[in-house]
């Protein structure tokens, strides 16, 4: 994950000190408030790629994903083993 600048580090630990003054509930519905929000700006840059012209063929994603997969489950088995 990016190292944070020094300014944007104390932002995010005063709200960590906020969300865990929330309730069980409180906290849940925030992640849930969170990840539609994550989501929602995903699918903008999707709609906004899809009408620059930059999209990717069925093939291309599937060599993507498989990608992916290959690195997570190395990434995975190398933890595996530093255990």
């Known amino acids: ?3 944070r600048k020094p300014e944007e ?3 995010f630990d ?3 000190k906020l969300v865990e003054n929330l309730t069980p509930d409180a906290q849940e519905q925030l ?3 969170m990840k539609l929000k994550w989501l929602r700006r995903e ?3 999707a709609e906004e790629s ?3 012209g930059r999209v990717l063929t069925e093939e291309q994603l599937e060599a993507r994903l498989d990608a992916k997969r290959r690195e997570i489950s190395e990434r995975e088995q190398h933890q595996s083993r530093c255990k």
């Open 43 to 45: 699918l903008s840059k």
């Open 31 to 33: 992640v849930g408030e």
């Open 1 to 3: 994950m990016a190292q």
């Open 14 to 16: 005063q709200v960590l």
């Open 9 to 11: 580090q104390s932002t």
């Open 50 to 52: 899809v009408a620059q």
